[in-house]
């Protein structure tokens, strides 16, 4: 099986759950930006999770499909359609030979993933099969999708399903009586509240300074991508200038050049930084962030480092549940 | 052989932890084996011989004999740094080296991967892992890590043997094409092109860390007579290979993009090939020495280069 790309978009690339072991040689971690979505596309297929998925930038992508296959579309609300119709997201859906899929408006958030039975066919780099837009390696050819580019999908688990009418051409897509219950996903719309704690250099800000952070709200600005999320807002300042020595940064690392407007460091950054971080968002709130788009306003909240982890323990509990019942309701699929 | 470790409450004092010590030696010569360990702080230790109880090896850590100092700040709720000191200086480089070697050979459960830096060494943590490990217990993750770096760094301690410096030496091919910046560099310096270039071929340098891009290598040692500041305007492309000065530091592109340094030359080597094991030629640690080449054995060296690259594509494109 495979797919024919129509309309690249405005950004899509080939990701999965990073690049890592390598940081030390200086290459960025990549890979999907909102991971549960990318890991439940995964699973909603039939995936074990590790498999590569597209994602897919705010709209304009469009592909055509070369046979039937299974496939999720999770992640931002941006619309996808099939042949004119509605694709349902956060559930699998048997899409027919010759079927068309675009993304046609942004409804909310930022980057969908699209999943296929069995995983897109791509090269492993050093691991991973994610794109490194700028050390041009990983997914396909170390660049993001282009018209005409073709791509294969490694065979799958899932079973076709049994159609109740015999194939005909009208209809383009089946799928199930269920979804993964948006309960269980972080919120994707309004103002979102991103918890943080604070950066190693958070006592070198001013109180003012901190304060802001703190009670005020941040726009993200049109010079976002995966590298990360520029914001601008009150100034935050140091109590008196100085230089940091370059060390290792992580994804959510929140750090303010000389310009005073803070950076929130996302999946492709660079390993190491030089400037001061003030404060780093919580695990669980990385996917909350990688689907605000340029336009949107944030604020933040200060937790603790014992509540963060905590909370993230609960929430990998709750997501082993889910991918149990995923399985369970695959397997009653064909039974 | 296993360790003991000294509560801080205990180090506090020096004669104190003779006093735990004599005692420990008491105990273990009356045959005690029971003893109480307490693996929480990094104050020091005692590392005894499992099958004679012989006491093997004492280190302490109080004021004033210190033989690592470190401290271990969150960066987020998956990664720790850990600060080795505050300075560049080569001491604090072969701690951080041996820090991290210790970790890689003595991985914890959910560890991912360390990035050396001047001062600090980052240890990366899988919070899911760590998260369905640590279910039972009272202590929190954070804090878990903590300990389970803490005995890696004090294991290292133990490990007296030096490692091995890794010298590389990277041709230059000096001036022309390859250096459209060398004059401004010496004019800035009241040097001639020639001396720029025995100055900057005759340094040791030393690799502190490898970031900016993959395989870039932040390096110290340059002498301050050959420095230049960046340019007002960066250049949109610099070729790979690239060899700069920006301020008091020299570095190497190891990718075409852009940047402001000044351009001394380049090297036809590659300092990034992800089909390498490891990926960047340079390492953290590794002394990098320069020696210039002329225009022709740079054309000779950079085709073998291109030939491996284009060799690489073919393999990537028929899979």
Redo the contacts between chains.
């Keep these: 099986m495979s797919i024919i790309v129509e309309k690249p978009g405005l950004l899509t690339t080939i990701q999965d759950t990073g690049r890592t072991g390598y940081g030390k040689d200086g290459v960025s971690i990549t890979g999907a930006m909102d991971r549960p979505a990318h890991m439940i596309a995964n699973w909603l297929v039939g995936n074990t999770g590790q498999e590569p998925t597209l994602e897919i930038t705010l709209s304009g992508f469009a592909v055509e499909f070369t046979a039937d296959c299974w496939i999720a579309v999770t992640g931002g609300q941006l619309t996808p359609v099939v042949n004119g119709q509605l694709l349902p997201m956060w559930r699998p859906v048997y899409v027919r030979k010759g079927s068309r899929l675009s993304f046609k408006k942004v409804e909310s958030g930022c980057r969908a993933y699209l999943a296929v039975a069995g995983g897109w066919q791509v090269p492993s780099v050093m691991g991973s099969a994610s794109t490194y837009l700028r050390a041009g390696i990983g997914g396909q050819n170390g660049r993001a999708l282009r018209e005409g580019d073709i791509l294969s999908t490694s065979s799958g688990q899932l079973m076709p399903p049994k159609l109740s009418i015999e194939p005909d051409r009208m209809i383009s897509l089946h799928t199930v009586s269920w979804q993964v219950s948006s309960l269980l996903l972080p919120s994707q719309t309004g103002k979102p509240v991103i918890r943080i704690i604070p950066g190693r250099e958070w006592g070198d800000f001013s109180t003012a300074s901190q304060q802001s952070l703190l009670e005020e709200n941040y726009r993200v600005t049109p010079q976002s991508d995966r590298m990360g999320y520029r914001l601008s807002g009150s100034v935050l300042e140091l109590k008196s200038a100085r230089d940091y020595l370059s060390e290792a940064v992580a994804h959510g690392t929140i750090q303010v050049p000389a310009d005073g407007q803070p950076i929130i460091l996302m999946a492709d950054r660079q390993t190491l930084g030089g400037y001061a971080k003030i404060a780093q968002v919580i695990s669980l709130d990385l996917p909350v962030m990688a689907q605000l788009a340029p336009g949107d306003y944030v604020r933040f909240e200060m937790v603790s480092i014992g509540e963060a982890q905590q909370w993230y323990g609960t929430w990998v509990r709750e997501l082993r549940v889910l991918r149990r019942m995923i399985e369970q309701k695959l397997k009653d699929l064909h039974s | 052989m296993f360790k003991i470790f000294l509560h801080k409450t205990n180090t506090e004092r020096y004669d104190h932890v003779i006093k735990l010590y004599q005692e420990l030696v008491y105990r273990m010569d009356n045959g005690v084996s029971d003893l109480h360990i307490s693996a929480t702080c990094s104050t020091g230790w005692i590392l005894i011989d499992k099958m004679s109880y012989k006491v093997y090896h004492i280190q302490l850590r109080t004021e004033g004999m210190s033989a690592m100092e470190w401290t271990i700040?969150?960066?987020?709720?998956?990664?720790v740094?850990i600060e080795f000191g505050q300075e560049?200086h080569g001491d604090i480089l072969g701690r951080i080296q041996t820090a991290?070697h210790q970790i890689e050979q003595d991985p914890f459960p959910g560890w991912?991967?360390?990035?050396?830096?001047?001062?600090?060494l980052?240890v990366?943590y899988d919070?899911?892992v760590?998260?369905?490990i640590?279910?039972s217990g009272n202590t929190?993750?954070?804090e878990t890590v903590c300990q389970l770096i803490e005995q890696r760094l004090l294991m290292a301690l133990t490990q007296e043997k030096k490692q091995q410096t890794r010298v590389v030496d990277i041709p230059v091919c000096y001036g022309g094409e390859y250096g459209p910046d060398l004059q401004l560099v010496a004019d800035r310096n009241g040097l001639t092109t020639d001396q720029v270039i025995q100055i900057h071929a005759s340094g040791d340098y030393t690799v502190y860390?490898?970031?900016?891009?993959?395989?870039?290598p932040?390096m110290g040692g340059m002498s301050p007579q050959i420095a230049a500041p960046r340019k007002q305007t960066p250049r949109l492309t610099i070729p790979a290979g690239s060899v700069g000065i920006a301020g008091e530091q020299t570095g190497i592109y190891?990718?075409d993009t852009p940047g402001g340094w000044q351009l001394i030359g380049r090297a036809p080597v590659r300092l990034?090939d992800?089909k390498q094991a490891?990926?960047?030629l340079l390492?953290?640690g590794n002394k990098v020495r320069f020696f210039p080449i002329p225009a022709e054995e740079y054309i000779r060296l950079g085709q073998q280069a291109s030939n491996v690259r284009s060799q690489a594509d073919e393999e990537?494109g028929r899979?």
């Design positions: 700040h969150p960066l987020g709720d998956s990664a740094l560049i991290a991912i991967e360390c990035i050396p830096s001047y001062t600090t980052a990366y919070l899911a760590l998260s369905l640590n279910r929190g993750i954070y860390a490898i970031g900016f891009a993959p395989g870039f932040y190891p990718l990034f992800p490891p990926p960047a390492q953290s990537g899979r």
